[in-house]
């Protein structure tokens, strides 16, 4: 069975070639000496998960180190490896074995970013503030910044569109009560819309195949209701004389009246009649 490919390019790729040690130096770091990754994009971490981490980790110990840069003699801030290292502290330890890297603010946010998603699967909307925070802050554009983490435009593109979504759209998969599938289906459409949506998808359990039909369904329905309403044509001050001297005569002779008129001037009139004797008191009502 050939070996499934790792997801992005990895930290060695990006750290330089020209780092002092060929190898990196593993340290035994007291925890008060690092500081957390101002760039993690990790912002949400399962308690009950690193409580089991914490227990592992008080029996066995640390098995794999945490990765930090060297700010000065006696401090350090965190690469990656953050689960760990809080789990350490529950755990009640000390100090962590580390690697120490050098590495600069740029190289640090794309660290941080990639360790994160080969080891601990962000949830999608970390992975979109991720990417476009790499975007804004170290200037790429989106084919490269899919470059730098091993995925396609398309991919990165499409990620970044779930940030379009409102804020409780967003929320939801974050936590997992919508998948990713359903998120797309709300990306385009208002924020009224993407709430009845949301609701329904949890209320119901809708499927991403449902979601999208009733998307659909409810984008025809509002847009019907607001569609312009086609205008009336503009009244013919000619023909409302007519119909006004036809009204007259139907009042005269207790009959339907038809006037018309071309644009020559010429017209005519029908007077209709039900019978014999109708007819007959028409013609003597005109002198006949």
């Known amino acids: 069975m050939s070996k499934k490919p790792a997801l992005g390019r990895g930290l060695g790729s990006i750290l330089p070639s020209n780092l002092p040690e060929t190898k990196p130096l593993i340290q035994e770091i ?83 970013l990639i360790e994160n998603i080969q080891r601990e699967d962000l949830n999608p909307i970390e992975v979109a503030l991720s990417y476009q925070r790499m975007i804004d802050e170290l200037g790429l554009k989106q084919e490269e910044l899919g470059d730098k983490v091993g995925k396609k435009r398309t991919t990165v593109t499409n990620a970044l569109a779930l940030l379009r979504l409102n804020a409780d759209v967003q929320a939801a998969l974050r936590i997992g009560d919508i998948t990713t599938g359903h998120a797309k289906t709300m990306i385009g459409i208002d924020a009224t819309l993407q709430q009845t949506l949301l609701r329904e998808v949890i209320s119901r359990q809708l499927s991403v195949r449902q979601t999208e039909q009733l998307a659909q369904e409810l984008k025809a329905v509002k847009e019907k209701r607001t569609a312009p309403k086609a205008e009336a044509p503009a009244a013919n001050p000619q023909q409302m004389h007519l119909n006004k ?44």
């Open 30 to 112: 007291p925890l008060s000496q690092i500081e957390v990754n101002p760039f993690q994009p990790r912002t949400e971490f399962n308690e009950d998960a690193l409580k089991e981490l914490s227990e592992s980790i008080r029996v066995h110990g640390i098995i794999q180190p945490i990765t930090v840069r060297r700010l000065s003699e006696r401090q350090y801030q965190l690469i990656s490896g953050e689960r760990r290292m809080r789990a350490a502290k529950l755990a009640g330890l000390q100090e962590v074995p580390a690697y120490v890297r050098t590495a600069d603010d740029e190289q640090m946010l794309e660290m941080a």
């Open 245 to 288: 001297v036809a009204s007259q005569l139907e009042d005269k002779f207790g009959n339907k009246v038809r006037l018309s008129q071309g644009s020559a001037g010429k017209g005519e009139i029908q007077i209709s009649f039900n019978s014999t004797e109708d007819l007959n008191r028409i013609l003597e009502m005109l002198d006949l």
